[in-house]
């Protein structure tokens, strides 16, 4: 009796070993196979559509016509980008001119840039602002390409062994039209999504933002 229980319990335990087995194998056919999974995908072919999201985004910078792709489809991987190039570079200059660590600087880029962002959008939400706050906060950190740009080439003039009255006035000129380049396509970005009766109030903190940061610019570049 004994021996035909466990002949009948062996039957079963290989029954149902069968059944798991088939089981398993058809979730593997299956798994990995949806209409469309990005675990999938190779870490190369996802970082290249990144990069090339980045760049699209940095061109409607550039040219400020289509007002739809930084509102759509926002990313903070741009403003990343540009916010630490920036600390890099001015820190740079820190260190080199005046022998400091350079730390409060690099941080200083950084608290501005977020934080001012942040007042900003706040500043927009509070008066009626049809956008989400991550979009606003996308649309001004791309925007910070034309300031960025500026801080390279006055980088360039600082390589000068003399640096003149003409050069700084240069580098000043330079800044301000990266001043004016970056509030022009942020209020591309974000003019429609103000009443018109409040649209002043909304670009008054967005002019001075970029001035702010444009100060930043000329005055770290001095030598």
């Not at 942020?186 to 001075?208: C, E, M, N, T, W």
Request: negative net charge; glycine residues 8%.
């Amino acid at each position: 009796m004994d021996h035909t229980k466990l002949e009948m319990y062996d039957g079963v335990d290989a029954h149902v070993e069968g059944e798991m087995s088939v089981g398993s194998n058809k979730s593997t056919s299956t798994i990995g196979q949806p209409n469309f999974n990005t675990l999938d995908e190779p870490i190369k072919d996802t970082i290249l559509r990144d990069l090339k999201a980045v760049g699209i985004k940095f061109t409607h910078v550039l040219f400020p016509k289509e007002k739809r792709t930084l509102l759509k489809d926002w990313d903070l991987w741009g403003p990343l980008m540009l916010c630490t190039f920036m600390a890099m570079i001015l820190h740079g200059d820190t260190t080199a001119d005046k022998n400091t660590e350079g730390g409060p600087e690099f941080a200083e880029v950084f608290i501005i840039v977020w934080i001012g962002s942040m007042v900003v959008t706040l500043n927009s939400k509070l008066l009626g602002g049809n956008i989400s706050f991550f979009q606003s906060i996308c649309v001004l950190g791309y925007c910070l390409l034309p300031t960025t740009l500026a801080l390279i080439v006055c980088r360039i003039i600082l390589m000068a062994n003399e640096q003149t009255h003409t050069l700084f006035f240069i580098r000043f000129t330079v800044s301000m039209v990266g001043f004016a380049w970056a509030t022009y396509a942020s209020l591309i970005f974000l003019g429609d999504s103000q009443k018109p009766g409040r649209k002043l109030l909304a670009v008054y903190p967005i002019g001075l933002f970029y001035f702010i940061i444009s100060w930043l610019v000329i005055s770290h570049t001095s030598s």
